[in-house]
């Protein structure tokens, strides 16, 4: 006997077709092992797929996310693409509120398909940890082939359940040529905790960004939703208690433009609340079909 797993397909931080992340979402996930639920996403081989299985509530389902490597604790365009299917699976013509019950512990997202694309806006459930990099701003400069006068601030740690190496530089063009120089990533970061890069240049209330994930065989990410939070905490250091809005602008390198909205709020003095926004579009669906035997042995 063979058993029919569905998935549906999306483009997440974006309102554009093969635009922003490409996300897969197995609505039905009960009765999976997390052996069968990696090599699933490891067959996929999108940056990342989710599997999801009920919850207490209605709206509080179990979200697990799994890249082709390893499951991730918390994740942005998962999250954001996750609630907007359910969302349409569910029927919903509005918006609607949804609890997504992650390894970070509870989402809160909210759903808007009121509007020409769907839209949600997660938010943390982790707010920014920011520590010091081991890095120093000559380190920065020969991991991403760009000057070290370039580098405008010294490398920063910043986490909302998955951390970065946060690297500031001069301007979108510095950021738009930067090329990860293998042999500095090998000395520096290979044997690292924090492999992860997330390069930032902001003009305003806007930044370009690149995110490259060489330890899970994507060199480089399109959108990174738990970035985006992340970034909220090295972006409120300068500046005064308020709330605050940028746009961030990734993939177009890779040809899958992203936008990305990044909210957060300063009170006394730290970041007390943080909340990332997109659209997503639904553009395919499928099925593995896998027998008893598979399924009870992952």
């Known amino acids: 006997m063979r058993n029919k797993i569905e998935y549906r397909l999306l483009d997440v931080f974006t309102e554009l077709p093969f635009g922003g ?12 092992s997390t052996e069968l639920m990696q090599r699933l996403a490891n067959e996929l081989n999108l940056a990342e797929t989710t599997f999801v299985s009920a919850g207490e509530g209605e709206r509080e389902p179990r979200v ?7 499951e991730m604790p ?24 949804w609890t997504l019950q992650e390894n970070v512990g509870p989402v809160s997202v909210r759903v808007d398909l009121d509007g020409a694309q769907p839209r949600a806006t997660l938010a943390v459930a982790q707010l920014p ?48 040529r930067t090329t990860v120089q293998s042999a500095a990533w090998q000395r520096l970061l290979a044997d690292h905790p924090v492999p992860d890069l997330y390069v930032v240049s902001v003009d305003g209330d806007r930044a370009k960004v690149r995110m490259f994930c060489i330890e899970i065989g994507i060199q480089e990410d399109p959108a990174t939703g738990s970035a985006a939070a992340a970034l909220a905490g090295v972006l409120a250091q300068p500046l005064t208690d ?26 006394q003095g730290a970041v007390s609340a943080v909340e990332v926004s997109g659209s997503a579009r639904l553009v395919g669906e499928g099925a593995f079909y896998l027998d008893q035997l598979c399924l009870q042995r992952g």
Do not use: W
């Open 21 to 32: 992340n490409q996300l897969a979402v197995f609505p039905q996930a009960e009765g999976l």
């Open 64 to 70: 697990r996310i799994f890249t082709p490597a390893f």
């Open 74 to 97: 918390f994740a942005g365009h998962p999250t954001i693409g996750t609630a907007i299917c359910l969302a349409m699976l569910d029927g919903d013509n509005g918006r609607s509120e």
């Open 129 to 176: 940890e920011v520590s010091e990099s081991s890095l120093s701003r000559a380190d920065a400069a020969a991991l991403l082939g760009v000057a070290e006068a370039e580098v405008i601030a010294e490398p920063l740690i910043s986490s909302c359940g998955y951390p970065f190496q946060v690297i500031q530089l001069a301007s979108a063009e510095a950021v738009a």
């Open 242 to 267: 308020g709330d605050y809005r940028y746009l961030l602008s990734q993939g177009e390198e890779l040809g899958r433009p992203s936008q990305l909205q990044l909210d957060f709020s300063k009170r």
